[in-house]
């Protein structure tokens, strides 16, 4: 039986294979073993780690293993080796040629293990590209480019190499409340300490309104609420309140409900929302009576 083995095992010895026919079986079981050994290792590691991206980095180590195995089995047969140890060898020129082919893929490439790797940006973020050029929800991140969904409900592709060189305004990136403004207009002869204490106590009272106030400036009693006066318009006085809220979405929302209830309030305490309007007055004219 020992011989027999023996026998099996030189076949294709220095021919075909690098090591003997058993023994080329024994490694190539042991190469597949370690890298499914491997391969599960490192998906515990990402999970435990709590990789942003998760799903990239998972798809980017399947093909690495898949790569590095096929790799490892081909240099066991003598005629593959021969093949590879020159590609090898010759793998600078291969890859300026392919770089100059494939420049922008390749750049997409590049820029999207950047964005994932320093994530300037996350799933669910809502970001603005350029000064406005692009405004909306990131929707997914792949290694060519990112899907950013905007207001309108539409989806735009954006390649990475263009994310990775743009100016982005990450807008859920902070730790502080959002900020945004009211503006409210009022007649010349309001009283506008009214004004001010009745759009306060509306803009308090709502339920997603955030009290930026420190503990601190609590205990000194400052204002809740905000309120300058900004500009005299042609029609009337504008006042600007400033509204505090946990997101964007939110404080969109929330404006509008506050139009509507300031409306309602200033109606029920008298004091006027001016809008442009014209008085015309006709002149008669008097038609002198001919003296003849």
């Not at 300026?96 to 994932?116: P, Y």
């Not at 207001?151 to 409340?177: G, K």
Request: hydrophobic share 45%.
């Amino acid at each position: 039986m020992d011989q027999f083995i023996e026998q099996l095992n030189q076949w294709g010895k220095d021919s075909i294979l690098q090591y003997g026919l058993v023994d080329t079986i024994v490694i190539i079981v042991l190469i597949l073993l370690t890298a499914v050994i491997i391969s599960k290792l490192l998906t515990r590691l990402m999970i435990r780690q709590n990789f942003r991206n998760l799903p990239i980095w998972l798809k980017l180590k399947k093909y690495v293993m898949i790569i590095i195995t096929i790799y490892s089995i081909l240099t066991l047969f003598i005629p593959a080796k021969t093949i590879l140890s020159p590609l090898l060898a010759s793998g600078g020129i291969v890859a300026v040629v392919i770089g100059l082919a494939a420049q922008e893929t390749v750049g997409n490439l590049i820029s999207g293990f950047m964005i994932i790797t320093f994530r300037p940006f996350h799933i669910g973020d809502l970001i603005r590209v350029n000064n406005g050029e692009y405004v909306g929800t990131v929707v997914e991140i792949t290694v060519r480019h990112t899907i950013i969904e905007t207001f309108e409900n539409t989806r735009v592709i954006v390649p990475n190499s263009q994310m990775n060189t743009s100016v982005l305004e990450n807008i859920s990136d902070i730790s502080t409340a959002k900020a945004d403004f009211l503006y409210v207009s009022v007649a010349y002869d309001t009283d506008l300490e009214k004004a001010i204490r009745v759009l306060q106590d509306v803009i308090a009272a709502h339920p997603d309104y955030v009290d930026p106030r420190s503990e601190e400036e609590k205990q000194q009693n400052k204002e809740k609420v905000i309120v300058r006066v900004t500009d005299f318009k042609d029609s009337g006085i504008e006042l600007r309140a400033t509204i505090y809220s946990n997101d964007n979405s939110t404080c969109f929302t929330m404006l509008s409900d506050l139009r509507i209830a300031v409306k309602k309030r200033f109606d029920q305490e008298g004091i006027e929302m001016p809008y442009p309007k014209q008085d015309i007055y006709i002149k008669e004219s008097i038609k002198k009576e001919d003296p003849q």
